[in-house]
Protein backbone atom coordinates (compact mmCIF):
# COMPACT_ATOMS: atom_id res chain seq x y z
CA UNK A 1 0.00 0.00 0.00
CA UNK A 2 1.77 3.13 -1.35
CA UNK A 3 1.08 6.71 0.46
CA UNK A 4 -0.77 7.82 -2.34
CA UNK A 5 -3.50 5.07 -1.20
CA UNK A 6 -3.77 6.09 2.39
CA UNK A 7 -6.96 8.57 3.41
CA UNK A 8 -5.70 11.95 4.22
CA UNK A 9 -6.34 13.63 7.57
CA UNK A 10 -9.44 15.40 6.07
CA UNK A 11 -10.91 12.13 4.96
CA UNK A 12 -10.44 10.67 8.17
CA UNK A 13 -11.41 13.48 10.45
CA UNK A 14 -14.52 13.25 8.19
CA UNK A 15 -14.99 9.37 8.43
CA UNK A 16 -14.93 9.68 12.28
CA UNK A 17 -17.80 12.75 11.64
CA UNK A 18 -19.86 10.15 9.96
CA UNK A 19 -19.24 7.19 12.39
CA UNK A 20 -20.54 9.84 15.06
CA UNK A 21 -23.31 11.25 13.47
CA UNK A 22 -24.52 6.93 13.00
CA UNK A 23 -23.75 6.11 16.45
CA UNK A 24 -26.01 9.45 17.59
CA UNK A 25 -28.96 8.58 15.39
CA UNK A 26 -28.83 5.22 16.37
CA UNK A 27 -29.14 6.08 19.75
CA UNK A 28 -31.93 8.53 19.20
CA UNK A 29 -33.81 5.70 17.84
CA UNK A 30 -33.28 3.64 20.14
CA UNK A 31 -34.34 6.22 23.38
CA UNK A 32 -37.09 6.47 20.94
CA UNK A 33 -38.51 3.06 21.07
CA UNK A 34 -37.61 2.61 24.85
CA UNK A 35 -39.69 5.68 25.20
CA UNK A 36 -42.77 4.17 23.12
CA UNK A 37 -42.55 1.21 24.41
CA UNK A 38 -42.82 2.95 27.98
CA UNK A 39 -45.72 4.75 27.24
CA UNK A 40 -47.11 2.39 25.47
CA UNK A 41 -46.66 -0.41 28.50
CA UNK A 42 -47.99 2.53 30.75
CA UNK A 43 -51.34 2.49 28.53
CA UNK A 44 -51.71 -1.16 28.23
CA UNK A 45 -50.92 -1.13 32.23
CA UNK A 46 -53.89 1.19 32.97
CA UNK A 47 -55.95 -0.35 30.46
CA UNK A 48 -55.42 -3.25 32.52
CA UNK A 49 -56.05 -1.94 35.77
CA UNK A 50 -59.43 -0.16 34.83
CA UNK A 51 -60.50 -3.58 33.60
CA UNK A 52 -59.96 -5.63 36.45
CA UNK A 53 -61.38 -2.88 38.39
CA UNK A 54 -64.57 -2.69 36.01
CA UNK A 55 -64.62 -6.69 36.69
CA UNK A 56 -64.30 -6.29 40.31
CA UNK A 57 -66.92 -3.04 40.77
CA UNK A 58 -69.28 -5.58 38.51
CA UNK A 59 -68.94 -8.83 40.39
CA UNK A 60 -69.81 -6.94 43.77
CA UNK A 61 -72.61 -5.10 42.74
CA UNK A 62 -74.10 -8.62 41.15
CA UNK A 63 -73.64 -10.21 44.34
CA UNK A 64 -76.58 -10.53 46.71
CA UNK A 65 -76.56 -7.87 49.88
CA UNK A 66 -75.72 -9.04 53.06
CA UNK A 67 -78.50 -7.18 55.38
CA UNK A 68 -77.95 -5.94 58.75
CA UNK A 69 -81.32 -5.57 59.88
CA UNK A 70 -83.32 -8.20 61.07
CA UNK A 71 -85.54 -10.30 58.74
CA UNK A 72 -89.54 -9.82 57.86
CA UNK A 73 -92.21 -11.53 60.14
CA UNK A 74 -89.63 -11.61 63.11
CA UNK A 75 -89.76 -8.61 64.38
CA UNK A 76 -89.53 -9.53 67.49
CA UNK A 77 -86.59 -11.51 66.82
CA UNK A 78 -89.09 -14.95 66.84
CA UNK A 79 -91.30 -15.57 63.89
CA UNK A 80 -95.06 -15.38 65.60
CA UNK A 81 -97.72 -18.00 64.85
CA UNK A 82 -101.42 -18.08 64.96
CA UNK A 83 -104.38 -20.62 64.61
CA UNK A 84 -107.87 -21.19 64.70
CA UNK A 85 -109.98 -23.78 62.54
CA UNK A 86 -107.42 -26.40 62.92
CA UNK A 87 -104.46 -24.05 60.62
CA UNK A 88 -101.57 -22.59 62.05
CA UNK A 89 -100.56 -19.34 60.15
CA UNK A 90 -97.38 -17.07 60.13
CA UNK A 91 -98.31 -13.16 61.82
CA UNK A 92 -96.19 -11.06 58.96
CA UNK A 93 -94.57 -7.71 59.95
CA UNK A 94 -92.09 -6.01 58.70
CA UNK A 95 -88.72 -5.83 58.88
CA UNK A 96 -86.57 -4.33 61.80
CA UNK A 97 -84.05 -1.83 60.39
CA UNK A 98 -80.50 -2.04 60.91
CA UNK A 99 -80.75 0.59 63.85
CA UNK A 100 -83.68 -0.39 65.36
CA UNK A 101 -84.55 -3.15 68.03
CA UNK A 102 -87.03 -5.94 68.21
CA UNK A 103 -89.43 -5.43 70.19
CA UNK A 104 -90.12 -7.92 72.89
CA UNK A 105 -92.02 -10.98 72.50
CA UNK A 106 -95.24 -11.24 73.58
CA UNK A 107 -95.35 -12.76 77.03
CA UNK A 108 -99.71 -13.00 76.67
CA UNK A 109 -102.39 -12.41 74.60
CA UNK A 110 -105.50 -10.17 74.55
CA UNK A 111 -107.86 -12.71 73.68
CA UNK A 112 -106.38 -15.11 76.09
CA UNK A 113 -105.07 -17.88 74.22
CA UNK A 114 -101.46 -19.09 75.69
CA UNK A 115 -98.33 -17.54 74.65
CA UNK A 116 -95.39 -19.94 74.09
CA UNK A 117 -92.23 -19.22 73.26
CA UNK A 118 -89.76 -21.59 71.91
CA UNK A 119 -85.89 -20.41 71.55
CA UNK A 120 -84.17 -22.81 69.57
CA UNK A 121 -80.82 -24.12 67.62
CA UNK A 122 -81.61 -26.29 64.45
CA UNK A 123 -78.17 -27.89 65.36
CA UNK A 124 -79.16 -28.85 68.78
CA UNK A 125 -79.61 -32.63 69.57
CA UNK A 126 -82.23 -31.93 72.90
CA UNK A 127 -84.09 -28.95 70.63
CA UNK A 128 -84.80 -32.47 68.19
CA UNK A 129 -85.78 -34.41 71.09
CA UNK A 130 -88.05 -31.78 72.31
CA UNK A 131 -89.09 -31.40 68.81
CA UNK A 132 -90.24 -34.68 68.44
CA UNK A 133 -91.63 -35.18 71.61
CA UNK A 134 -93.56 -32.25 71.86
CA UNK A 135 -94.20 -29.74 68.39
CA UNK A 136 -97.21 -31.81 67.74
CA UNK A 137 -99.31 -30.99 70.78
CA UNK A 138 -98.25 -27.46 71.13
CA UNK A 139 -99.09 -27.23 67.37
CA UNK A 140 -103.09 -28.74 68.05
CA UNK A 141 -102.88 -25.83 70.62
CA UNK A 142 -102.27 -23.35 68.38
CA UNK A 143 -104.60 -25.03 65.64
CA UNK A 144 -107.79 -24.75 68.66
CA UNK A 145 -106.97 -21.21 68.85
CA UNK A 146 -105.85 -22.03 73.00
CA UNK A 147 -101.84 -20.94 72.14
CA UNK A 148 -100.22 -18.96 69.60
CA UNK A 149 -96.55 -19.86 69.55
CA UNK A 150 -92.73 -17.90 68.78
CA UNK A 151 -89.80 -19.35 67.61
CA UNK A 152 -87.03 -17.94 67.73
CA UNK A 153 -83.84 -19.28 66.02
CA UNK A 154 -80.60 -18.97 67.65
CA UNK A 155 -77.13 -20.35 67.24
CA UNK A 156 -74.91 -21.39 70.09
CA UNK A 157 -73.53 -24.44 68.76
CA UNK A 158 -70.84 -23.55 66.50
CA UNK A 159 -68.65 -25.08 68.73
CA UNK A 160 -70.05 -28.41 68.04
CA UNK A 161 -69.36 -29.00 64.67
CA UNK A 162 -65.66 -29.01 63.43
CA UNK A 163 -65.52 -25.02 62.98
CA UNK A 164 -67.67 -25.16 60.00
CA UNK A 165 -70.17 -22.48 61.39
CA UNK A 166 -73.05 -25.23 60.92
CA UNK A 167 -75.25 -23.81 63.78
CA UNK A 168 -74.91 -19.99 62.41
CA UNK A 169 -75.73 -21.02 58.63
CA UNK A 170 -78.69 -22.94 59.64
CA UNK A 171 -79.88 -19.64 61.64
CA UNK A 172 -79.49 -18.05 58.78
CA UNK A 173 -81.77 -20.54 56.72
CA UNK A 174 -84.23 -19.91 59.47
CA UNK A 175 -84.35 -16.41 58.95
CA UNK A 176 -83.83 -16.84 55.42
CA UNK A 177 -87.05 -19.23 55.39
CA UNK A 178 -89.30 -16.46 57.50
CA UNK A 179 -88.27 -13.34 55.64
CA UNK A 180 -89.05 -14.93 51.95
CA UNK A 181 -91.67 -18.16 52.77
CA UNK A 182 -93.01 -17.48 56.38
CA UNK A 183 -95.78 -20.06 55.47
CA UNK A 184 -92.99 -22.99 54.68
CA UNK A 185 -91.34 -22.25 58.06
CA UNK A 186 -92.48 -24.74 60.81
CA UNK A 187 -92.49 -27.65 57.19
CA UNK A 188 -88.34 -26.52 56.70
CA UNK A 189 -87.44 -26.60 60.46
CA UNK A 190 -89.38 -30.31 60.33
CA UNK A 191 -86.80 -31.54 57.66
CA UNK A 192 -83.71 -29.89 59.73
CA UNK A 193 -84.64 -31.38 63.05
CA UNK A 194 -85.24 -34.86 60.56
CA UNK A 195 -81.70 -34.37 59.22
CA UNK A 196 -79.62 -33.01 61.96
CA UNK A 197 -75.79 -33.77 61.56
CA UNK A 198 -74.38 -35.43 64.13
CA UNK A 199 -72.46 -33.13 66.92
CA UNK A 200 -68.34 -33.88 66.34
CA UNK A 201 -68.46 -33.69 62.67
CA UNK A 202 -68.52 -31.05 60.26
CA UNK A 203 -72.45 -30.35 59.96
CA UNK A 204 -73.87 -29.94 56.74
CA UNK A 205 -72.52 -28.27 53.20
CA UNK A 206 -74.29 -25.24 51.77
CA UNK A 207 -75.84 -27.27 49.51
CA UNK A 208 -77.04 -29.62 51.75
CA UNK A 209 -79.11 -26.62 53.72
CA UNK A 210 -80.07 -25.60 50.38
CA UNK A 211 -81.44 -29.05 49.73
CA UNK A 212 -83.02 -29.21 53.02
CA UNK A 213 -85.22 -25.52 53.01
CA UNK A 214 -86.50 -26.47 49.05
CA UNK A 215 -87.33 -30.44 50.48
CA UNK A 216 -89.89 -28.26 53.21
CA UNK A 217 -91.01 -26.36 50.59
CA UNK A 218 -88.92 -22.68 50.32
CA UNK A 219 -88.21 -22.27 46.57
CA UNK A 220 -87.39 -19.07 44.58
CA UNK A 221 -84.12 -16.69 43.94
CA UNK A 222 -84.51 -14.73 46.85
CA UNK A 223 -83.89 -17.77 49.06
CA UNK A 224 -81.45 -19.12 47.03
CA UNK A 225 -79.43 -15.82 47.37
CA UNK A 226 -80.20 -15.43 51.01
CA UNK A 227 -78.46 -18.91 51.15
CA UNK A 228 -75.69 -18.42 49.31
CA UNK A 229 -75.25 -15.08 50.96
CA UNK A 230 -75.59 -15.29 54.72
CA UNK A 231 -78.01 -12.39 54.50
CA UNK A 232 -78.47 -12.56 57.77
CA UNK A 233 -75.04 -13.73 59.19
CA UNK A 234 -75.12 -10.23 61.22
CA UNK A 235 -78.65 -10.30 62.48
CA UNK A 236 -77.90 -14.07 63.51
CA UNK A 237 -75.16 -12.92 65.64
CA UNK A 238 -76.95 -9.84 67.13
CA UNK A 239 -80.06 -11.57 67.99
CA UNK A 240 -77.76 -14.74 69.53
CA UNK A 241 -76.09 -12.25 71.66
CA UNK A 242 -79.03 -10.27 72.73
CA UNK A 243 -80.91 -13.48 73.58
CA UNK A 244 -77.91 -15.10 75.15
CA UNK A 245 -77.34 -12.13 77.60
CA UNK A 246 -81.58 -12.23 78.73
CA UNK A 247 -80.84 -12.96 82.86
CA UNK A 248 -85.23 -14.16 82.28
CA UNK A 249 -83.84 -16.65 79.74
CA UNK A 250 -81.25 -18.42 81.71
CA UNK A 251 -81.13 -21.18 83.74
CA UNK A 252 -78.85 -22.38 86.33
CA UNK A 253 -76.06 -23.46 83.91
CA UNK A 254 -76.91 -20.57 81.68
CA UNK A 255 -78.51 -20.02 78.76
CA UNK A 256 -79.22 -23.46 76.81
CA UNK A 257 -81.45 -24.57 73.96
CA UNK A 258 -84.02 -25.38 73.64
CA UNK A 259 -85.76 -22.70 76.36
CA UNK A 260 -89.26 -22.35 76.50
CA UNK A 261 -91.49 -19.86 77.82
CA UNK A 262 -95.38 -19.86 78.30
CA UNK A 263 -96.69 -16.53 79.13
CA UNK A 264 -93.85 -14.81 80.48
CA UNK A 265 -92.69 -17.55 82.85
CA UNK A 266 -89.52 -20.02 82.14
CA UNK A 267 -89.94 -23.36 82.38
CA UNK A 268 -87.29 -25.14 84.30
CA UNK A 269 -88.82 -28.91 83.16
CA UNK A 270 -88.89 -29.74 79.64
CA UNK A 271 -91.48 -32.18 80.17
CA UNK A 272 -93.63 -30.21 81.83
CA UNK A 273 -94.27 -28.23 79.03
CA UNK A 274 -98.07 -29.29 78.04
CA UNK A 275 -99.30 -29.58 81.64
CA UNK A 276 -97.50 -25.51 82.20
CA UNK A 277 -99.80 -24.79 79.08
CA UNK A 278 -102.73 -26.02 80.42
CA UNK A 279 -102.65 -24.76 83.44
CA UNK A 280 -101.96 -20.91 82.16
CA UNK A 281 -105.26 -21.30 79.75
CA UNK A 282 -106.89 -21.85 82.83
Known amino acids: MTNND ?33 QGGIGVGIIAIAAIIAIVVVNVNNQPSVSAAGPKNMATGAIQFTGGDGKVT ?105 NQPEEGTSGLTNKQIADLVKAGGATGSDITSCLSSEQFKGWVTKSTSRVTADEDLQGAQGFGTPTIVVNGKRIDTLTNVISEIDAAAK
Open 6 to 38: RPTKNERRQHAREVARQRADAEKRRKRRNRWFL
Open 90 to 194: PVETKAVSAKGTPSAVPTSNSDGAVAVTEYVDWACPVCKQFEAAYSGQILDKVKSGDATLAIQPVSILDRSYQNSRYASRAANAAMCVANYAPDKFLDVQTQFFD
